[in-house]
């Protein structure tokens, strides 16, 4: 990420945190409005052209995005005012800002996160549905309509309309990836962070509650646990925090007991 992305980010947020009268259709107008630009690579360069002024960029975002609500309109003005290192980051940041804002709508009594991971963990079991989703080729049409079936009615609006984008729009990510970094983002919004909690059998709620509690003192935030089961592990816990890993599984003690033995 460029130091000019950083920047715009940051203006990005703030204004987000800022804004009143957030709500689900200005999420999703503004992620519609990601894919309408993402399509045009002339608009793209327009659009992160250092040399146009804000008001330029403005103009030609109400002679296109002219029905978009007073709230996600200026969002995106206030976005594409900004500079951005490349277009591919300029279409990250309003993707993140719909998201955040669809994240913003969700009542407290859904979770988005845990929802993006059923979806994906739905997706990632059936290998002819994961092909369909994950093709370059893909009619985006299609790919919508493939999400809509399979979360129909168990899952919210805002989980459907993030999923929907995110398959849209995939931007070179695989389904795995799409799916955790729509729910980092959801999780973030709330203020807490997500941890894949990978055992060999599915945990009892007292033991969620344990490593959330765990988490939750060495990182200083509560946690989403996205729970993968696998076999392979043994027994034990294996738990990812971005990039840091801890790993307590019995096959984990196991490797490191043969390579003892074999030094």
């Not at 993707?95 to 955040?100: K, Q, T, Y």
């Not at 991971?117 to 059936?126: Q, W």
Request: hydrophobic share 45%.
């Amino acid at each position: 990420m460029g130091s000019a992305t950083r920047s715009a980010l940051e203006s990005a947020r703030a204004s987000l945190a800022s804004t009143v009268g957030l709500d689900l259709a200005a999420g999703e107008q503004l992620l519609l409005a990601a894919r309408t630009i993402g399509s045009s690579p002339q608009l793209v360069s327009a659009l992160t052209d250092p040399s146009a002024t804000p008001a330029a960029k403005a103009d030609l975002i109400g002679a296109i995005f002219g029905g978009l609500s007073p709230v996600a309109r200026g969002l995106l003005e206030g976005m594409v005012a900004s500079r951005w290192s490349s277009g591919d980051e300029l279409l990250a940041g309003i993707e993140e800002v719909g998201i955040r804002t669809i994240a913003r709508s969700a009542p407290a009594s859904v979770s988005v996160e845990s929802e993006l991971f059923a979806f994906g963990r739905a997706v990632a079991s059936d290998a002819e549905l994961e092909l369909a989703i994950g093709s370059k080729r893909g009619d985006a049409a299609a790919k919508l309509s493939l999400v809509q079936s399979l979360l129909g009615r168990s899952a919210s609006p805002q989980t459907v309309a993030i999923a929907g984008h995110l398959v849209q729009q995939p931007r070179g990510r695989r389904i795995g990836a799409l799916v955790r970094h729509g729910a980092e983002l959801v999780a973030d919004t709330a203020g807490k962070g997500v941890a894949t909690v990978t055992v060999a059998q599915p945990l009892s709620e007292a033991q969620r509650e344990a490593i959330g509690a765990s988490l939750q003192r060495r990182y200083g935030r509560a946690f989403t646990l996205d729970q993968v089961v696998d076999p392979a592990v043994i027994g034990g816990v294996r738990v990812q925090v971005g990039d840091e890993v801890i790993d307590g599984s019995v096959a984990a003690r196991l490797t490191e007991l043969k390579l003892r033995l074999a030094g």
